[in-house]
Nanobody, 128 residues
Framework: QVQLAESGGGSTHAGGSLRLSCAAS????????MAWFRQAPGKEREGVAL????????TYADSVKGRFTISQDSANNTVYLAMNSLKSEDSAMYYC?????????????????????WGQGTQVTVSS
């Protein structure tokens, strides 16, 4: 059973920080690429960051490089997204996603079509 549960969203001012968490079921997390996506009203869903379940190959969208950090806790099947220096344009619903990959040698593209399982999302609002 696929289970992804996001938490940690909220409201902050520009320049602030938030940390999102995604708790996954063991079957969803193990040997999967885990990713964060976001979608603002009226816009397409866009990739933010991804990481293999064991911590390999963290990858970021250009728009968040140097500000966001993706990390994982394999013991608890959890992925995190630490967001610093937040901007108003970071406001969106943030989704956790997973893509099973037994080997994990090649990272998938940060595109929604590459990921098979999704959480319900957590809202992030950054006021300027």
């Amino acid at each position: 059973q696929v289970q992804l549960a996001e938490s940690g969203g909220g409201s902050t001012h520009a320049g602030g920080s938030l940390r999102l968490s995604c708790a996954a079921s063991a079957s969803t997390y193990t040997r999967s690429w885990m990713a964060w996506f976001r979608q603002a009203p009226g816009k397409e869903r866009e990739g933010v960051a991804l990481i293999y379940f064991d911590g390999r190959q963290p990858t970021y969208a250009d728009s968040v490089k140097g500000r966001f950090t993706i990390s994982q806790d394999s013991a608890n099947n959890t992925v995190y997204l630490a967001m610093n220096s937040l901007k108003s344009e970071d406001s969106a619903m943030y989704y956790c996603a997973a893509r099973r990959d037994v080997l994990g040698w090649i990272a998938p593209q940060l595109h929604p079509s590459e990921f098979h399982s999704w959480g319900q999302g957590t809202q992030v609002t950054v006021s300027s």
